[in-house]
């Protein structure tokens, strides 16, 4: 059975002592929550702060990016093994603002993939299409590339660890959501590309989360849809009481 993952990305918000003060009142909030796996990603001068803050509690720590390489001479990035060093247990991987913004390709995405897992991290690897490619009938297409191209190399017993987070780009701080129909269809059609890579039975056992403008006005008819695992938050995820709202809702 899978347990359903509410992940927040904190992208590029937050100062240190807000990042601290927002972990220790999710931690507060959230301290009975057990059905739920709840990820709080930080921006990488919050990840020692968070960690501080939600020791002894029930949630996990996730970075929101790493480099593939163990070291080397690679300025304003950081490695998988420094992320562990902070206490990290996840880390966002392929996010589509990485993609656009620091043009972040299939190939990197893969090889960061393989580093993540060979380091211990476990992987959120983003997928998902931009408006023009949906207007063209080009999901599927997209989505299968980025999931394929992901998985180049991994074996089944390092796909287990990886868990999927189906964004359209389109839907990413525009406040457009896909219905929880369009949603629901894509996330069929990533555990089907799952089922075909490997089998049907990691395909079944992988998590799948959606991510686009979920808040807590839409977040319960999204994860009421069978095969939507959770979510992947951005904004709703800055500020305490939409969290929550999000986290409880993942539990019906």
Same mark, same amino acid.
């Given at each position: ?211 686009? +403008? ?27 009481? +939409? ?10």
């Amino acid at each position: 059975m899978r347990i359903p993952i509410v992940a927040g990305n904190w992208k590029m918000y937050k100062t240190v002592k807000e990042a601290y003060e927002l972990a220790s009142d999710l931690k507060r909030r959230l301290m009975d929550v057990n059905s739920v796996k709840v990820i709080l990603c930080p921006p990488f001068p919050s990840l020692v702060t968070v960690k501080n803050a939600i020791v002894g509690s029930n949630l996990f720590l996730g970075a929101q990016n790493m480099h593939w390489e163990k070291e080397g001479a690679y300025t304003g990035e950081v490695s998988g093994e420094m992320l562990l060093a902070l206490g990290c247990e996840y880390v966002i991987l392929g996010h589509s603002e990485r993609r656009i913004y620091f043009g972040e390709t299939n190939q990197m995405v893969n090889l960061k993939l393989k580093t993540a897992l060979n380091e211990g991290l476990l992987p959120i690897v983003c997928v998902g299409e931009k408006l023009e490619e949906r207007e063209a009938s080009k999901t599927e297409e997209v989505v299968k590339n980025h999931v394929l191209k992901a998985f180049e190399g991994i074996n089944s017993a390092q796909a287990e660890l990886v868990t999927l987070a189906y964004e359209p780009v389109w839907a990413i701080g525009t406040g457009k959501t896909a219905t929880p129909k369009q949603a629901a269809e894509v996330h069929r059609y990533i555990r089907n590309l799952v089922s075909e890579r490997y089998d049907d039975n990691l395909a079944q056992k992988t998590n799948i989360l959606y991510g686009g +403008s979920v808040k807590p006005e839409n977040s319960e008819e999204l994860l009421n849809e069978e095969g939507i695992d959770g979510a992947l938050i951005g904004g709703a995820s800055l500020n305490a009481d +939409s969290f929550e709202k999000i986290v409880i809702s993942a539990m019906s």
